[in-house]
């Protein structure tokens, strides 16, 4: 089987012959760095948003209060209440679950080249000539903001896109005014230092198909994501894996929840004092699993550093060098960071 004309893992998994994982396909998971999912120091955190947009000023200052360990020990956390409505929810993960379903070749379409900002994107793999390990997953991204693209198959995509893309961008600026509060700073301090007016949101579909040998391959190999905040939903199949205290935490969660990571620029901002998390996708063998993610990042002309006013406030000198945001980018995905933190290669 030649792994590098494989246009789709959906169309590979379904094959009849398929029994075990393809060479190139090779990833094996260690699985004593998995954490005890009942072990307390593994209770994930959880923020009623409620509390924050609606709650008194008391409950509002309490979460606030809470975000601080949150994202200094985490950089993840589950929202709940956050107002978006389930069936939302719902008709955005099937949307995604109709364009997986389309024919490789209406799918190819969308196939783009590599500039990390297109309108839109899809594959396989990042890079099936260059990647190491070839993923267990196909995926599609489209830019939502500040310019709204959408793909144009299914036909309710471009419709459900939208107001989906619209109100997950509500609980991910209400999130920042709050991380911006939990740092003693005025709540629109990183809305506007970030241009987030102008801020580069994608909205990001991967499609995990049942694995014949699901730890012996990776859906997504352990990453940080490069910008301030990413929200991610899913189907009823769980597979997203946190990194926390040096162990690999499987994710669940409520219903109708945002899983919310902390990003790259975040942990540039706050000069490392609050963390982007590292995190993985992981596969079954018993069901395909669907996850939403929705990055918020700076505008891509924002030069990213250290906030002075946290400097000045800790009296720290900068630990990161600034970098224009695009360019940040562009050094993630290139070769020379596969699985590897990208801020050491900005560090001061």
Sequence with gaps: ???????????????PALNSVPSAYAFNLNPNEEADPNDPEFAIPIVDMSLLTSGSPDQRSK????LIKICQEWGFFIAINHGVPESLMKAMIDACHGFFALPDKEKQEF???????????????????KDKVLLWRDFFKVRVHPEFYSLYK?????EISMEFSKRSREVALEITRAISESLGLEPNYIYDAMNMD???????????????QPEHAIGIPHHTDHGLITLLIQ???????????????????????FFVNLADQMQILTNGKYKSVMHRATLNN???????????????????????????????????????????????????????????????
């Design 63 to 66: 979460i606030i209060h809470d």
């Design 286 to 348: 018993k069901a395909t699993r669907i996850s939403i993610a929705i990055p918020h990042g700076p505008s891509v002309d924002t030069i990213i550093a250290p906030a002075p006013e946290l400097m000045e406030k800790e009296g720290e000198a900068p630990k990161y060098l600034a970098m224009n945001y695009k360019e940040y980018v562009q050094l993630q995905r290139s070769g020379k960071i596969y699985m590897k933190y990208t801020f050491d290669h900005i560090r001061t």
């Design 154 to 158: 299914p036909s309710c995509f471009s």
């Design 198 to 212: 102008r801020g580069l949101q994608m909205l990001a579909a991967n499609y995990y198909p049942p694995c014949p």
């Design 235 to 257: 189907n009823e199949m769980n597979g997203l894996q946190v990194e926390h205290n040096g162990k690999w935490l499987t994710v669940d969660g409520p219903t109708n929840c």
């Design 1 to 15: 089987m030649d792994t590098l004309k494989v246009t789709s893992i959906k169309s590979l998994a379904e094959s």
């Design 111 to 129: 196939k783009s080249g590599n500039d990390v900002l297109e309108m839109f994107e899809y594959g396989t793999s990042f890079n099936p000539a």
